[in-house]
């Protein structure tokens, strides 16, 4: 009998093929997901196999000895040279002799599932957009003046079937060096991200590149920029790291952005320069941490709202500054990074995810992708808390989006001793109802305020101010221990009963800490601090609840609080504020930064991309800024909480004081927010 | 019967149709070349038609008066505001009623057959690559709130068919304001150059654009750069400009700039940027000419030599410069002309024609693409002189194509009175056999120095110098008239009898025109120059006899002079000098600026495009370099001409005297060129 019956695992796919077939052929021709980046030519070593031996009755194979042709000598060079793990075969030399189990391991697999640590622990699926091949590229020929690149494009055609290839000239230009160095074999990357494109090369590297290539995920947000330097191998993040956006000189927020460039022509142009400058500054410093060059960076996807986007892009955002709020472009972009200035891989590709809505960008694209509520039976309501929250209520039927301006008070600024989230900041805080003291915890430090040992624990960083989740827990434990009354008003010390409570202006502030005596800061929550929050709080909340009212709902099955800010905050603390509606407060769960994982999922696969651009279409979306009935939610939603009677699980935690400290003609400088347009 | 013939003239094609058809709708169905910009609104007039009435008997049908619907309210309202040619119908509002012939005039055609009386009289195709649509682009929408530009691709997809519309960041930055100022009405110039890739928008215009859109054809040589400014609907030329190339200082002929890449790194940086800010100073100057801006300037296409074209895009050329003179590419190249630091339409393209090998390149494909000497009987010699001479030789059977450095000395370069063609150049000469007298005429005059008026004729130019095709005539006339014997040595005066025959070191000289005397110039032809022309028409020769040897061959049917400067040689002239093999005189022909007008046919036409990729992958490329007969051709070659017997047309037409000046130990600066590599 000239055929042998052949199981792959885990896979389980099962045929028969002709006796003599290499395992790597017999693999292509069943579907079996075996990698191989030289063609089959016992270089790369990515097809390696194990084979079963004995143990698999179940699949009712008997595996004889010499199922597969005996170790050859490109084997056995590869063995001597580079080592194999025991029992590895290498799949483009080992001939099927037998039936035979053959087992893919995960790191031969071309579509890895790997199982990251990171903070969302999130399986990635590895089908990325840019895939590499060890050519061997024919020398060129006089008589034949065929360029070196219609030869490369040849060899990958006939080598890998990869048709159509096209390069870009800065690739172009870096070819024949390249070539020649590599003595005519070559590693060639080549994004394949789009079947309605032509492949293309985005990299080469002189002979065999054994390391892996990378790709860069950032959310870019108003206020910060976070990167991902990612292994486009099996997902891996290898170095993490933030920025300022440098977009802030010229407003904190997005619409006094966009204001700004209503008032100053050319304004745009000067924005889009300075981010993307900081862009390159961010993959500068990745890069760097992670020990890679730059121009192993071979595609970057950005998330991020449609102001940046459109700012990132060089597009006037003026028109996202009124209704009816008009994207100039919509859909998913793949753009060569080099046009946003980008100095990675000379060919790396640039994916941004689609843009939802005039107000609702791709970054809640990201958090959508993330969390998936389309495959979900129970109500979410997703929340990413930036300086523009965007929020997400759906399920299974039919899911929703908007975007709520909060302001960047929860991201510590417009707060008076408020600062980014870094070390030295306040992160947690309590309040003793009956003392009103408050203890803390900055960042860098497991060692609360009270607590032995805390001097020495913030000898480096010292106490610098609070941080985003930090003033909502202030806020929220005034709140609780009655310094401060449902309307936002801070009591004074004949009020409250503490000397804490000072006097400032025709106001009053809480005193959580101060130093100044060993000329170190001063920090309290002014009442300026509580109406940025209250503003900030409104905002988010009114948005939530337009959508609930849009899906016909008033009841939440659970609420993910998204966002790197979103990771830290205190459920309890949220709702005490009348940040989101009422839900159990088990339910309420952090999802981290699901715009950054989002990110990394669209940077890690194509089919990621594929799916969330078609989701995208599906989402219904809702725009703020002309529903009345948000404008409604929004002033009603100032108190704290605005309607004990709107929180029931609340009332089962904790009880707030019935304090009132409202005084006649006392100006506390409340005012109602200005909304946008 | 609800059905009615119509017969389309001139096409003839010809089909039954339901009544109540437009006409408009009738020829998309029958394939008729029928063009409509508006989308069939009765606004853009393109499809006009007229109808046969009468006599129309030879395609079998009787037409009757109502054969088509009455002229509407649209057609009324175009007649009156724009105006109507008499008989002239709108074929998008006309309806066919009975059989009706209708004939569609050659400016309702797309694919319009215009014959401009341009140098080359050539008869344009035009399919250009970009073509405009009139859109309609609905308003945005916030609960549907899909980008401008997917709005516009969409309506592009409606109205026209144009599916998967791609735009690149300088376009989408510049859609928004162009919508809003056009009222939601958009004039789109839709690239569509090749059927494997995506339609770009390429610029669009507020509302309805009348005027054509333009394309820039340019001829990118070593020593000069020449551009025309073709519309894009008729293919007529609004303006021609050339300029030097501003690389010149960097080397005068293509292997001194490739030395000076290797001398000097990043050198090619240098040249890629001189070389783009010519080309763009060349644009500005060609738009400023034809008082059109050069945001209208929606396409360009490149010739150029191989060197050029790797330097224009940004590819160091070293590789050019030796064995194996491997191109990086050398396929057709289509990409954004801003990659290329052009400054035209926000997402102008620019297509270069295919390299045919390492030292014949798009120039050449050009030439090929003009002549086309695969589609004839007659075994043709096509030469296109420049700083490189590009050589085919063939007919229907087989084309080879070479090249060979013949130097800039055809282009005035290097002669020490030359200079570029330009007004107050020498351009004719003739030698009297008897006196030694010569008379001449300067670009820019009709008038012959020996004849009346001549110095009113000059008054304004001067005499300045000798340009190439006059360096070739006095050479060949003092040859003809015994001033120079068969090896190129200038006789003495007491040898030629004229004192104009002076002495100079240790050579001679034959002085021209000497105004030396009112401070003007001493025109002279030197020895060095009569060497620098024998170097180059040896190395011509020698390129084109390889080529016969190639092919079995040793006679020409016809020889096609081509270059901007091969229009202006006089085939005697070169005969004498031995420039090309020997032709029957009377088919010795210039076809004018051959790789300018290929370039224009590729600006005008895809189809011009898919047929030169496909012809220069068939033709049979020979190195120059590597073939040792090409040496011994060109030592060979160095005579005045060569050899009397092969050149047995010549002998029927001028006698040439049997001098020799050769003295003994008269060191006359010959020498022997050295080649490339």
Redesign the interface.
């Known amino acids: 009998m000239d055929d042998a019956l052949v199981i792959f695992t885990p896979s389980g796919k099962r045929a028969h093929v002709a006796k003599g077939t290499t395992v790597l052929q017999a693999a292509r021709q069943m579907g079996v997901d075996l990698d191989s980046v030289c063609g089959g030519r016992g270089i790369c070593s990515k097809c390696q196999v194990s084979v079963g031996q004995g143990e698999f009755a179940k699949h009712g194979v008997t595996v004889s000895a010499e199922a597969l042709s005996p170790v050859n000598a490109v084997e056995e060079r590869y063995e001597r040279v580079r080592g194999l793990k025991p029992g590895r075969r290498l799949g483009c030399q080992a001939c099927i002799q037998g039936d035979v189990v053959l087992d893919v391991p995960p790191e031969s697999q071309v579509h890895k599932q790997v199982i990251r640590k990171s903070a969302s622990e999130r399986v990635m699926q590895m089908d990325p957009a840019v895939r590499v091949y060890l050519v061997d590229v024919p ?12 030869r490369l494009a040849k060899a990958l055609e006939d080598g890998f079937g990869v048709t ?1 290839l096209q ?4 690739v ?2 870096k ?3 390249v070539l020649r160095k590599g003595n005519w074999q070559v590693t060639a990357a080549v994004w394949q991200g789009d079947a ?3 492949p293309r090369l985005v990299a080469t590297f002189a002979g065999l590149r054994e390391a892996p290539l990378y790709g860069l995920a950032i959310d870019l947000g108003s206020t910060t920029i976070a990167g991902h330097l990612v292994s486009l191998t099996d997902g891996s993040v290898l170095a993490s790291s933030g920025l300022m956006n440098p977009q802030i000189r010229f407003g904190e927020d997005l619409m006094s952005r966009v204001s700004y460039v209503m008032m100053n022509p050319g304004g745009d142009v000067e924005m889009t320069s300075v981010v993307r400058e900081g862009l390159n500054n961010l993959a500068k410093a990745l890069a760097e941490e992670a020990g890679v060059a730059t121009a192993e960076i071979v595609e970057t996807v950005v998330v991020c709202n449609p102001v940046m986007h459109h700012l990132l ?4 955002p003026v ?1 996202l500054g009124q ?9 998913a972009i793949t ?1 060569p990074a080099r ?1 946003l200035g980008l100095d990675l891989a000379a060919g790396a590709q640039c994916y941004l995810l689609p ?4 107000h609702v960008g791709a970054d809640a694209a990201a958090v959508a992708l993330s969390e998936a509520p389309e495959t979900k039976d129970e109500l979410s309501l997703i929340v990413d808390v930036g300086t523009n929250a965007e929020i997400l209520l759906g399920n299974k039927a039919r899911v929703l989006a908007c975007s709520s301006p909060t302001g960047p008070a929860f991201e510590g600024a417009q707060i008076s001793s408020g600062q980014r989230a870094a070390p030295g900041a306040i992160e947690r805080i309590r309040i003793d109802p009956v003392t009103k003291e408050p203890r803390f915890r900055v960042i860098g430090s497991e060692v609360w305020s009270d607590e032995e040992g805390f001097a020495d624990a913030i000898a480096t960083t010292g106490v610098t101010g609070i941080c985003g989740s930090g003033i909502i827990e202030a806020v929220a434990e005034m709140r609780i221990a009655g310094l401060v009354d449902p309307s936002g008003l801070i009591g004074s010390s004949e009020q409250t009963g503490t000397p804490r409570s000072m006097p400032t202006g025709r106001t009053h502030e809480y005193v959580i800490y101060d130093a100044t005596h060993e000329g170190g800061p001063r920090i309290t929550v002014t009442q300026g601090d509580i109406r940025a929050i209250q503003l900030a709080k409104s905002a988010l909340y009114a948005g939530a609840r337009l959508l609930m009212d849009e899906l016909g709902v008033d009841h939440l099955d659970r609420v993910v609080l998204a966002g790197a800010f979103g990771a830290h905050i205190s459920p309890l603390h949220a709702m005490v504020l009348g940040m989101i509606p009422d839900c159990e407060i088990g339910q309420v769960t952090s999802a981290g930064n699901a715009a950054g994982t989002g990110a990394r999922m669209a940077l890690c696969s194509v089919a990621a991309r594929r799916s969330i651009e078609a989701q995208v279409k599906r989402i219904h ?1 809702i ?1 703020t800024a ?1 529903e009345p009935r948000f404008q409604e939610h929004f002033v009603a939603a100032n108190a704290i909480p605005h309607a004990t009677a709107d929180f029931p699980h609340l009332a089962t935690l904790v009880t707030l004081p019935a304090v009132s400290f409202n005084v006649a003609g006392g100006g506390d400088g409340a005012g109602r927010r200005r909304r946008r347009g």
Chains 1, 2 share one sequence.
């Open positions: 020398e060129p020929d006089m008589h034949e003046p065929l360029g070196d690149f219609q159509g390069a870009d000239l800065p172009l230009s070819l024949q060096p309605a494109q032509a892009l060089g597009i006037d028109e209704a009816p709020f008009a994207l100039a472009t919509s859909e753009l046009d843009l939802i809505a005039g979306k725009e002309i």
